[in-house]
Antibody, heavy 119, light 108 residues
Framework: EVQLVESGGGLIQPGGSVRLSCAGS????????MNWVRQAPGKGLEWVSV???????VYADSVKGRFTVSRDTSKNTVFLQMNSLRVEDTAVYYC?????????????WGQGTLVTVSS | SYELTQSPSVSVSPGQTARITCSGD??????AYWYQQKPGQAPALIIY???ERPSGIPERFSGSSSGTTVTLTISGVQAEDEADYYC???????????FGTGTKVTVL
């Protein structure tokens, strides 16, 4: 069974940084497309970024240049480094996995981790 | 930036049919995906590639596509189907995903 567990959220001051982790079990990140999706309080879903099975990355325009996604294949873990945080980055951050053969279908999701950007 | 537009809410009685639409200019060329989100829970995939249903998803959920609009149909709605529903697709480049604005389904 595939499981994803996010961690690293918390209260961050504007302009600060935080690194989120998404630990996967029952899967290999090298054969998965690992996405980050966020949801501001009371709002809809927003796709943030993806790291492909081969390691290349794509970002939403709203975070490009501020966020960086990476992975540790030995630990089956994906990271989201978030810099220059803004109040509008406040959200629950989910990692979501798509298998290599259905790269756009987010079959599995973590429980989410809350990032609050506030002074 | 690319947008997918959904109607904000749908109300339906148990046993009736709910239809949720999602409109976007790139939908003729990009597949659509549908997710169900219940309060306090992570989203769950219920339709992929416009009309395919993952294993374990009830047959009452179906998807269709026509031009710039895709539709999620819930036939014989049950109380447990009360949730927010989001469509998702890619922009014309195929690189960036976009979620629809979301539709709240209320079972009367």
């Amino acid at each position: 069974e595939v499981q994803l567990v996010e961690s690293g959220g918390g209260l961050i001051q504007p302009g600060g940084s935080v690194r989120l982790s998404c630990a996967g079990s029952g899967l290999r990140v090298t054969t998965s497309y690992m996405n980050w999706v966020r949801q501001a309080p009371g709002k809809g879903l927003e796709w943030v970024s993806v790291i492909y099975s081969g390691g290349s990355t794509v970002y939403a325009d709203s975070v490009k240049g501020r966020f960086t996604v990476s992975r540790d294949t030995s630990k089956n873990t994906v990271f989201l480094q978030m810099n220059s945080l803004r109040v509008e980055d406040t959200a629950v951050y989910y990692c979501a996995r798509a298998p290599y053969n259905e790269s756009s279908a987010f079959y599995q999701w973590g429980q989410g981790t809350l990032v609050t950007v506030s002074s | 930036s690319y947008e997918l537009t959904q109607s904000p809410s749908v109300s339906v009685s148990p046993g009736q049919t709910a239809r949720i639409t999602c409109s976007g200019d790139a939908l003729p060329k990009q597949y659509a995906y549908w997710y169900q989100q219940k309060p306090g829970q992570a989203p769950a995939l219920i339709i992929y590639k416009d009309s395919e249903r993952p294993s374990g998803i009830p047959e009452r959920f179906s998807g269709s596509s026509s031009g710039t609009t895709v539709t999620l149909t819930i036939s014989g709605v049950q109380a447990e189907d009360e949730a927010d529903y989001y469509c998702k697709s890619a922009d014309s480049s195929g690189l960036h995903y976009v979620f629809g604005t979301g539709t709240k389904v209320t079972v009367l």
